[in-house]
């Protein structure tokens, strides 16, 4: 742990898939992320993103190319040969197929290039699908949003006892994860009460959220009762994905004690199909963020050198808007935020180290999301519900508004925004960028606002 850096990442690699040369591209031939697809050619398959194209991994074997043998090790039956397959080889054979990869895509050799290229498929031309998630889990790992959010509703006591003890989460709901580029219905549901003591409302929810965050894939699972060590946490991930969790605020005001979040979230989340391995990811390892001195140490199980030193990942993650009016008059989105995964404070291997702590069992293909991703200025603020709140805890003195007070963000069009509207597209971008490596992206997790149905 984490992943080394080598030769697959070089700089100067180049593919003769000359798309994924041009340095715009999220996916030169560096990244390589796993993705489903059914396209022209083959129908449903498993493939690697390469430039504007998808290398179908089936008909790769088919040539071949790459040694079939390496998925015999794999948990999965080829007969559902998705990505959960890849997920469930380790470390040692994803790198060594990552490897392969990069040589087939780089190679001089006419002949292979031929023999490749024919398994390619132009990615706009195939229906980029995201394969059924297993389990999913939801952490809250920013102490900023964490304070944000507490300082709204606790300005006294903003952060709970247990948060830098414990990675906080919840168990969430898998049936209800979506690919990018799918339409949300607004939920409906129950909201509080106007007076205490009084009849909840029922209807469309008045205060719906994004929350930028990013979710990890579970590669190999534990068996039940068996944790995984923090040491070895970092084999178990096969890799990253952007996470938008829509979130109905009102609902969530009311149903949230005392368990927790439960149909103000449920009903969607949405991913970025491309999973960007966590080999690719090497180069963009960084420290652990620094806990301040009074802040407590992680529990052991929880700490390693290892973990302290690369247990971060510096990954910028952006957030957009465009509503249904600017669409039609051709305006581009809006910026809304910049925040950086490098900001968590708990990094991904304490997350999982400590989901198994108790024995419970991950399998190949469950889903962990971070929580989401704030920083300490305004802007890197990762939700609308903290981006138009007029508090600052981290400003000195405090600045802190009673009652939570609200100012709106303006769009080009003069269009208002506290929360989001029917038909405004909130569009979530990450990419990773660091001096003498190649730039890599995660692609874009999209989705737009439907109206909620009748009530
Ligand atoms: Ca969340």
Not at 52 to 73: K, P
Not at 94 to 103: A, C, F, H, M, P
Not at 321 to 343: C, W, Y
Request: net charge negative; hydrophobic share 35%.
């Amino acid at each position: 742990m984490p992943y080394a850096i080598d030769e697959t990442h070089d700089p100067n690699l180049k593919s003769w898939v000359e798309s994924a040369n041009d340095p715009k591209s999220d996916f030169p031939i560096q990244n390589l992320p796993w993705v489903e697809f059914t396209g022209p050619k083959w129908g449903e398959g498993l493939g690697v993103r390469i430039g504007n194209q998808i290398l179908d991994l089936h008909g790769l074997l088919g040539t071949g190319l790459v040694d079939e043998s390496i998925f015999q090790q794999s948990e999965i039956e080829r007969s559902t040969f998705g990505v959960w397959a890849i997920a469930s080889l380790n470390q040692d054979t994803r790198s060594k197929l990552r490897t392969r990869l990069v040589e087939l895509l780089s190679s001089e050799d006419s002949g292979v290039q031929d023999a490749v290229r024919q398994q390619l498929e132009p990615a706009d031309k195939c229906q980029i699908v995201i394969s059924p998630i297993g389990d999913y889990t939801d952490f809250y790992a920013s102490l900023y949003h964490a304070t944000n959010v507490g300082s709204m509703f606790r300005p006294d006591n903003p952060l709970l006892p247990n948060y830098k003890h414990i990675p906080i989460g919840y168990h969430g709901r898998a049936s209800s994860i979506v690919a990018s580029g799918t339409p949300i219905k607004r939920p409906v549901g129950q909201q509080a009460p106007a007076e205490e003591g009084g009849t909840p409302s029922f209807g469309p929810c008045k205060l719906l959220d994004y929350e930028m965050e990013m979710g990890v894939i579970v590669g190999r699972g534990n068996e039940l009762g068996e944790p995984v060590s923090i040491e070895d946490a970092e084999d178990h991930m096969l890799g990253m994905c952007i996470l938008n969790d829509w979130s109905a605020r009102d609902l969530q005001k009311w149903e949230y004690v005392p368990l927790g979040p439960f149909l103000a979230k449920n009903f969607a989340s949405t991913v970025s199909p491309y999973i960007v391995t966590m080999e690719a990811l090497a180069p963009f390892r960084c420290a652990a963020q620094e806990r301040d001195a009074g802040d407590p140490q992680p529990l052991a199980y929880m700490d390693s050198d290892a973990n302290r030193k690369a247990g971060g990942i510096d990954i910028k993650v952006e957030v957009y808007l465009a509503s249904a009016k600017m669409r039609e008059q051709g305006i581009e989105p809006v910026h809304l935020s910049t925040g950086n995964f490098k900001d968590m404070y708990w990094t991904l291997a304490q997350m999982l180290t400590h989901h198994t702590v108790n024995g419970c069992n991950l399998q190949p293909g469950d889903l962990l999301g971070s929580g989401t991703i704030s920083g300490t200025t305004r802007d890197a603020r990762g939700s609308m519900l903290e981006l138009t709140w007029d508090g600052d805890p981290f400003a000195e003195p405090p600045v802190l508004v009673p009652g939570t007070q609200r100012t709106p963000i303006v769009l080009p069009t003069g269009e208002e925004r506290k929360f989001i509207a029917d038909g405004d597209e909130v569009i979530m971008k990450a990419y990773c960028e660091r001096e003498g490596y190649r730039r890599i992206g995660f692609g874009e997790c999209r989705g737009i606002i439907e109206p909620a149905r009748e009530v």
